[in-house]
């Protein structure tokens, strides 16, 4: 199989097949620039399929990665190919396609709207932002036009598969399985590490209106000699359960009021470090609020935190999701992690990349692929509770939707639970779809 491609923004071009074609599908191929090209044209033998290109028509990044560049109009539609149908989004071009004779045309540019969502350059231009420097979802042009919740992505990967299998190729696709990935930020590993500590936090809860309550359940919890935040076996026992490994990604850092106390050398903290590994589980890092870039906090903290646990992390989230890109990305790059899972927005669920597949990221300044890989986040606890603040039964039913899309195209389901949450009131009333993730039927 070989690809032509046209000699402009070669380094995206290549990229975004490098995904497409190798990380999702698991296929071989040569790609050859051809000068005079103008669209991409994948030719099996005798046979080609033409991807019109509506977007890399120059090769300037400051002149491509522009607002006026953002499409105005996306197209929502379903590809009948030999009788099947198929989802499209089209975020550029439009979703229609042609044959004649040994040639297949495919209007929609995949390769573009691909790009667009797994690159995020749409998060780079200026704009509002949340008091914590962060694009929200409700930002994104995937919200404002009704895609967030759909794994476009995805969708694209299948089209471009059926018109290769409607071309007689002769590779097979690699073959996936559909995994449930529960992850954990432990923010605050025990909310009474110690005496003193515990009725201060106590305190501090009781003085406050929006969060007496809470105040007076911690106090019960405090009486019968129970620590709230002491729900780590919860998540352990649900792993195992599930067959899974769990990732527990440990704080090393308190600069501001937006990082808990440092309780990393607690003995209990230790301990419990010490009880994730010995069954099985995963330690992974979860640098603090400033760290997102600032390289300088981001090395210290995470070799503090190999220290103390006694290994090398590698896996990990930014604290509060706070990421810049690609700044954020080649801080992690910089430190040989393996995988960041951040990128979820923290005011809606979905697929912020369009892709419940792994996948190397891209630096749109330096124009090159990183060793980094991202582990899209889908659903964080905390955004059906404290941003959509929606009912349990609608969370019930959008989350559900996400998983089920998820299993249909064999992806991985990268949820975040926090163990602050099963008995935090804002939070609690969503427990139930923990429950309900841990006896997901496979």
């Known amino acids: ?37 103008k669209d991409f044209t994948i030719i099996i033998g005798s046979k080609k399929l033409v991807i019109r290109n509506h977007f890399f028509k120059n090769d300037d990044p400051s002149i491509l990665y522009q607002k006026q560049n953002l499409p105005s109009q996306v197209t929502s539609d379903e590809l009948m190919i030999d009788g099947k149908k198929y989802p499209l989004y089209s975020i550029f071009g439009k979703s229609a396609w042609t044959e004649k004779e040994d ?16 690159s995020r350059w749409e998060e780079t231009l200026e704009g509002e932002r949340d008091m914590h420097q962060r694009f929200l979802g409700k930002n994104s042009l995937a919200y404002k036009k009704g895609f967030l919740e759909k794994p476009v992505v995805n969708q694209y990967v299948e089209i471009l598969w059926a018109f290769l299998q409607k071309h007689e190729i002769q590779q097979a696709r690699s073959n996936r399985t559909f995994e449930i990935v529960p992850t954990h930020d432990v923010d605050i590993p025990f909310l009474f590490p110690n005496f003193i500590y515990g009725l201060r936090t106590i305190a501090r809860y009781l003085v406050s209106p929006t969060y007496f ?106 604290h509060y999701l706070r990421f810049e890109n690609p700044t954020t990305w080649n801080l992690w790059e910089s430190e040989n992690m393996t995988w960041d899972s ?9 697929f912020r990349n369009g892709v419940c597949y792994s996948f190397p990221v891209f630096d749109i300044l330096r124009r090159k692929k990183l060793n980094l890989v ?69």
């Open 342 to 350: 951040t990128m979820s927005y923290a005011d809606e669920i979905g």
């Open 374 to 442: 991202e582990r899209p986040l889908i659903l964080m606890e905390g955004t059906l509770g404290l941003y959509m603040d929606i009912t349990l039964d609608d969370a019930k039913n959008r989350v559900g939707e996400l998983m089920n899309q998820v299993k249909k195209y064999e992806g991985e389901f990268v949820f975040l639970w926090h163990n602050s949450s099963l008995n935090f009131r804002q939070y609690s009333k969503y427990t139930p779809i923990l429950t309900e993730i841990y006896n997901y039927k496979k």
């Open 103 to 118: 040639e297949i045309i495919l209007a929609s540019d995949i390769v573009a709207s691909t790009f667009f969502m797994l």
């Open 1 to 37: 199989m070989k690809i032509i491609i046209p000699n402009i923004a070669v380094s995206e071009v290549e990229y975004t097949f490098h995904c497409l074609m190798k990380e999702f599908l698991g296929l071989e191929y040569e790609i050859a620039v051809a000068p005079t090209a």
């Open 213 to 318: 309550w809470d105040g007076i359940n911690y106090l019960k919890f405090y009486f019968q000699g129970k620590d709230p935040y002491d729900t780590h076996d919860i998540f352990l026992d649900g792993a195992e359960k599930l067959g899974v490994k769990a990732h527990f990604f440990f704080m090393a850092g308190c600069y501001n009021r937006f990082d808990p106390r440092d309780q990393l050398e607690h003995p209990k903290v230790k301990s419990l470090i010490a009880e994730v590994k010995k069954r099985g589980h995963q330690i992974g890092f979860h640098p603090s609020y400033k760290s997102y870039d600032d390289a300088q906090i981001f090395s210290l903290e995470k070799e503090r935190l190999e220290k103390i646990a006694g290994q090398k992390v590698a896996t990990g989230r930014q």
